[in-house]
């Protein structure tokens, strides 16, 4: 009787959800929404227009519409399909708010490393390219100008609701210079910048960067305000400031490095200035936010001692580099920033 009052299609929904995921993934790989744009196509048009085999033409297109990432119009071989307002914004490679570079990465690599998840759970090691002796995704991407422009884009892009959130959320009111670190493309220091006139900011990263940081500070006429510096925080020391911001930096990296990084921060600061640092951070319980714990599972993939924590884990780690004061501020989704102040 009890078997009877039991569902499996929770366990069914998640056993499947990468059917789901790959069939989006394949679409952004394949530049549907891009080649669609905004037009209304048959699915023999858009099946030709991508090379497909007809066999598979309803079953991909409806599925993307039943998951919501097409519209249509109509039914059968007269229905049309468009994009949604969504993936019209963020899909196509023509919007200037396109995000596909980061589903275009998790098709080609990830899809395929987490594959091996149960290995690197075995055995503690990534199992990313670097599992082969190659250059893990970061030395790869930073050893090429354009793969480090298109690269950078797509992280940035996911960014922007967190940074904007942030802008609107803490009190910078009190401060009048910013470091972000790991400062990419600068879109921090722009976000920022344009709701806090009275800020200034220096973009702290790789000589690399710097460049591409300078060429959108300049799209954005924030010269005078916005300043990239190029340099190794792990070799220099961070641009003192009053706040120093990291946005998904310290997950990057293993225990002792985020302390190093945490440290550093300390040290750039003035009495009473502040570290914010924007990630998946993970609920004290470590029962709620799933997209966290999975991130984490992600970096073991892709790095295998890089993790995401916990508030607590940063308060902690903050607490013995020096910081006296905490809070945290919910951003967009699963994000939010963990602030610490500086006695």
Not at 60 to 73: I, N, P
Not at 225 to 234: E, L, M, N, Q, S
Request: proline residues 3%.
């Amino acid at each position: 009787m009890g078997n009877q009052q039991l569902d499996p299609s929770h366990i069914m929904q998640t056993a499947t959800a990468f059917w789901s995921s790959k069939v989006l993934l394949t679409a952004v790989g394949l530049e549907l929404f891009t080649i669609l744009g905004e037009q209304k196509l048959s699915a023999a048009q858009l099946g030709k227009a991508l090379n497909l085999h007809p066999r598979g033409w309803y079953d991909f297109f409806d599925a993307l519409v039943a998951l919501k990432f097409l519209d249509r119009e109509g039914d059968g071989p007269e229905g049309r399909y468009k994009n949604t307002v969504e993936t019209a914004a963020f899909l196509n490679k023509r919007s200037p708010s396109y995000i596909g570079g980061l589903p275009e990465m998790l098709n080609a690599r990830l899809f395929g490393f987490w594959n091996d998840l149960a290995t690197a759970l075995k055995t503690g090691e990534a199992q990313s390219e670097t599992k082969r002796g190659g250059k893990s995704i970061f030395e790869e991407v930073y050893a090429d100008a354009a793969a480090l422009g298109q690269f950078l884009d797509a992280m940035s892009g996911l960014q922007a609701a967190n940074f904007q959130m942030l802008a609107e959320k803490f009190d910078f009111s009190r401060y009048r210079t910013v470091t972000d670190a790991g400062g990419a493309l600068a879109l921090l220091s722009r976000l920022v910048a344009a709701r806090h006139a009275h800020l200034s900011f220096t973009s702290f990263d790789l000589p690399t960067v710097r460049p591409l940081a300078e060429r959108r500070i300049r799209e954005a006429g924030m010269e005078g305000r916005i300043t990239a510096v190029g340099g190794d925080f792990f070799r220099d020391q961070l641009p003192k400031a009053d706040v120093v911001t990291m946005g998904n930096l310290l997950h990057d990296w293993n225990l002792e490095k985020k302390k190093i990084l945490i440290a550093k921060a300390y040290a750039a600061l003035p009495s009473g200035g502040a570290l914010i640092a924007i990630e998946n951070v993970i609920d004290d319980a470590r029962r709620e936010n799933a997209f966290g714990l999975l991130m984490s599972l992600n970096m073991l993939i892709e790095l295998g001692d890089a993790f995401d924590y916990t508030g607590a884990d940063f308060r902690a780690w903050c607490t013995e580099a020096g910081f006296v004061r905490f809070e945290n501020i919910p951003l967009a989704g699963s994000s939010s920033a963990a602030v610490a102040y500086r006695r």
